[in-house]
């Protein structure tokens, strides 16, 4: 078939509107010229690729099934339909689509990276990590795969193995942010603070405007107790992502701590904006509301936390304490005992949030 694609000067003039992010343009492009090379696979993969970017996931597919009718055996292709797959959610065509990749192309170590992913995705962290570290045996040096691996291992308890996967990945990608941050949450899981902190730290000093290792940094110093510091970090996030209810939370968790009650009540309210069925901020205001003797709002509090947990025994038994206060004896004392014995009950102000590792 003759003239199938493009001059090579007019392909990589969409290539490039689509590497910029002009995606709406490299789409026009791209149908423009699809009507004179209508059996360009090139262009229906920059189309299908270009249509995944914008969310527009059944046109990408439609793109991709036109360059596997003309070309049956592009690997690219069936790998791009499986990422487009795995982001509709549907992670068995995802897991087919990179399978036929592989079975076309096996040292393919990009379909291997995918669909370890997806394996990840549908809980199988055995065949995730072998397809992981298939994906390494073909290319050693790939950081994403060994930040990737990390991550699996990490879920699977193998905090050392995990912890020396993210420094491999550094150790190719020096300027890696995610792999330092992963090595944060999992060094903090291992009680190593300090090494934790030094890895979030990095990450703040490669991206500083990554919200979630300022969110962990705070939750660490809170740990340790420097509330101070932690309070300072927590604002850092909210100044970066100002939607950020968990910062709002564990800022709010901080201020109690230090009795400042009523900047704790702020951030609370604030986290409740952001994210209204957040039961344990609900919960722990109506803890704050509860010791500065505003037993009526903190009974509303603790009511819609249980609302949204009907099992919250914290809430329960703070809702016993506050009717109690209010003189309403045998409901507090029902209250009190359905939260499983309370009367020796201090109040739960909740552990930090964190935020999870990063692929």
């Given at each position: 078939m003759k003239n199938q694609d493009p001059s090579q000067e007019q392909l990589q003039s969409v290539l490039n509107l689509y590497t910029h992010g002009k995606l709406q343009q490299a789409l026009s492009e791209s149908s423009q010229m699809l009507e004179r090379f209508p059996n360009?696979?090139?262009?229906?993969?920059?189309?299908?690729?270009?249509?995944?970017?914008?969310?527009?996931?059944?046109?990408?597919?439609?793109?991709?099934?036109?360059?596997?009718?003309?070309?049956?055996?592009?690997?690219?292709?069936?790998?791009?339909?499986?990422?487009?797959?795995?982001?509709?959610?549907?992670?068995?065509q995802a897991i087919e689509s990179y399978q036929q990749a592989l079975r076309i192309k096996p040292d393919y170590a990009v379909a291997h990276n995918n669909m370890a992913k997806a394996m990840k995705d549908t809980g199988d962290l055995e065949e995730a990590i072998e397809s992981y570290k298939q994906a390494l045996r073909i290319k050693p040096d790939y950081a994403e795969v060994h930040n990737n691996l990390g991550i699996a291992l990490?879920?699977?308890?193998?905090?050392?193995?995990?912890?020396?996967?993210?420094?491999?990945?550094?150790?190719?990608?020096p300027d890696y942010a995610a792999a330092y941050y992963n090595m944060g949450v999992t060094l903090k899981d291992k009680g190593d603070l300090n090494e934790a902190i030094d890895c979030y730290k990095q990450t703040i000093r490669i991206r500083p405007d990554y919200a979630d290792a300022y969110n962990n940094l705070g939750n660490i110093f809170k740990d340790k107790g420097d509330l101070n510091e932690a309070i300072d970090c927590y604002k850092q996030t909210i100044r970066i992502k100002p939607d950020y209810a968990a910062a709002y939370y564990n800022m709010g968790n901080s201020l109690s701590d230090k009795g400042n009650l009523n900047e704790a009540i702020d951030c609370y309210k604030k986290a409740i904006l952001i994210k209204p069925d957040y039961v344990n901020v609900h919960n722990n205001m109506g803890a704050a509301l509860q010791l500065l003797n505003q037993n009526e709002?903190?009974?509303?509090?603790?009511?819609?936390?249980?609302?949204?947990?009907?099992?919250?025994?914290?809430?329960?038994?703070?809702?016993?304490?506050?009717?109690?206060?209010q003189g309403k004896h045998s409901e507090g004392l029902d209250k009190l005992i359905q939260g499983e014995g309370s009367i020796l009950f201090s109040i739960k102000r909740g552990f930090s949030v964190k935020s999870g590792v990063k692929e």
């Open positions: 360009s696979v090139v262009l229906h993969n920059i189309s299908g690729a270009s249509n995944a970017a914008l969310k527009r996931f059944d046109a990408a597919i439609d793109s991709y099934k036109q360059a596997l009718r003309i070309k049956p055996d592009y690997a690219e292709v069936h790998n791009n339909m499986g990422s487009v797959m795995k982001d509709k959610g549907d992670l068995e990490k879920d699977k308890g193998d905090l050392n193995e995990a912890i020396d996967n993210f420094k491999q990945a550094i150790r190719i990608k709002l903190a009974q509303a509090s603790y009511e819609k936390a249980i609302s949204l947990n009907k099992d919250f025994n914290h809430a329960i038994s703070g809702l016993g304490i506050v009717l109690l206060k």
